[in-house]
């Protein structure tokens, strides 16, 4: 964990931040949370579009360029859109009910040592 916050506050003050949030993510995951500032700067999108009104935006995809997409398989809301992962009624119905002996508390499962 040393070396990966090492590896993390590695940079030039004033220049641009290196494209390592995978990094970051494991210090969280590692329980480094709130990662430590940076004094660098983060890149952002070379063409930027404005984003739509409220009532406009919940009905259209965003503008792909408001993205850096350097780090993910895909490389459009689109691509996204369509990887979505899609709800199996049937199966979270059998999970449930394999747990819901431990969920439901019953008369002999209270007393039971």
Not at 51 to 64: G, Y
Request: proline share 6%.
């Amino acid at each position: 964990m040393k070396k990966q916050l090492e590896d993390y506050m590695q940079y030039d003050i004033g220049s641009y931040c290196a494209d390592d949030w995978d990094l970051g993510l494991k210090l969280i995951l590692g329980g480094c949370d709130p990662l430590p500032m940076r004094r660098c700067l983060a890149r952002s999108p070379r063409i930027y579009q404005s984003p739509f009104l409220i009532n406009e935006s919940l009905w259209k995809l965003p503008d792909d360029r408001n993205v850096r997409w350097s780090k993910y398989q895909c490389r459009s809301f689109s691509c996204l859109q369509k990887k979505r992962v899609q709800f199996d009624r049937d199966r979270e119905a059998e999970m449930g009910n394999s747990y819901k002996h431990y969920l439901t508390p019953t008369p002999w499962r209270i007393f039971d040592h």
